[in-house]
């Protein structure tokens, strides 16, 4: 992997003036949100798609543009963007998040969507700022959605575990297991400030995120934060498409996948409880109701089938999903548990 993602706390518009030539990646509400004015890109970009070939296209065009740092300014699309574009030509990359609605600012990992899957390309290193006045202009909901990347890795863990025991995988690092540990014990004590997005919510959510992705870099892997509650997310966008909360399906994803690893056995992977991920959601108030989601019962099962093809057909690292049997039985369990997420009022 790349050098970790160096971040930093202060004002955005303070580190963004002293950027230098530069290419902005910015959609039209993060335009509005910061004062880019401070900036004088030499070209700037509003991202669309992450699809391999409009990235591509990018990077051609960027490569003609006599800048020395890609600056992304927004949610994942914006970064996913400036990171690729980083990456590919080799230019410095700054950061600039406007909701802690998921792990990309925090992360050397750069990937692009190839058949509506999102592929993993390489790994660039950069510098986030992490502005909490600015996040605390973005819609509650969104900045709550990033608690689900700290609660996904109660199943993520669970099958990293799995994985060595039945030696399909790589071994398990005790330290790197304590630093997703320690995150939802801080998560859980600092719930009621993240779920009001106070200051200090927001400083101790970006404080976990960040903590996360250094661990995953240094590692060289992403098995603590990402097993098969990840997959039922990848597995929905196969199907249709990205979903508008990706921190609320991660966060359904983690419930039922807990369930179904306690269903499965606690000696394959260790004991794991959905209830602390249906706790942790809960309290932070992530939107992770199916409900709210817009997901009926029957859109769950079918999603919950083409999870596990996906998992074996596309080779993802080894879970509970390449081993258990999701039957009609199952499902119902895993679904009734989803239902104990509550609805979010306000959001």
């Not at 750069?110 to 502005?131: F, S, Y």
């Not at 990205?242 to 394959?268: C, D, E, I, K, N």
Request: proline share 4%; aromatic share 6%.
């Amino acid at each position: 992997m790349a050098e970790e993602i160096e971040v930093v706390v202060g004002d955005a518009a303070d580190a963004l003036a002293g950027v230098g030539s530069c290419t902005v990646v910015a959609g039209p509400t993060a335009a509005a949100a910061i004062r880019l004015d401070r900036l004088t890109p030499l070209r700037t970009i509003t991202p669309g798609s992450l699809e391999e070939l409009a990235l591509d296209r990018l990077v051609e065009s960027e490569r003609r543009v006599d800048a020395t740092t890609v600056v992304g300014v927004g949610g994942g699309v914006a970064l996913d963007t400036a990171k690729y574009l980083a990456l590919r030509t080799g230019k410095d990359l700054l950061l600039v998040p406007t909701t802690l609605a998921s792990l990309a600012p925090f992360t050397t990992e750069v990937a692009r969507r190839i058949r509506r899957q999102m592929t993993p390309v390489g790994d660039v290193a950069g510098r986030t700022v992490v502005d909490v006045d600015l996040l605390g202009g973005a819609p509650a909901a969104r900045n709550r959605a990033g608690a689900a990347e700290v609660v996904a890795t109660i199943p993520a863990v669970w099958d990293w575990r799995f994985a060595d025991s039945r030696d399909r995988g790589l071994p398990v690092s005790t330290q790197v297991v304590d630093v997703a540990e320690r995150c939802r014990r801080l998560l859980g004590e600092g719930a009621e400030e993240v779920a009001a997005c106070t200051p200090a919510g927001l400083r101790l959510l970006a404080d976990l995120l960040a903590a996360l992705g250094t661990a995953c870099s240094r590692s060289g892997h992403r098995r603590v934060v990402d097993g098969s509650e990840h997959t039922y997310v990848q597995s929905f966008e196969h199907r249709f498409g990205p979903h508008r909360s990706y921190g609320g399906l991660l966060g359904l994803g983690a419930v039922a996948m807990s369930t179904l690893q306690a269903w499965f056995g606690l000696s394959a992977g260790g004991p794991v409880d959905p209830a602390e991920a249906i706790d942790l959601l809960n309290r932070c108030r992530v939107e992770a109701n199916p409900g709210q989601l817009g997901l009926d019962e029957g859109t769950f099962r079918g999603l919950l089938r083409h999870t596990v093809r996906f998992a074996v057909g596309e080779f993802l690292p080894y879970s509970v999903l390449n081993e258990a049997d999701v039957n009609w039985s199952m499902s119902e369990e895993m679904w009734r548990h989803c239902w104990r997420v509550d609805r979010v009022e306000g959001v």
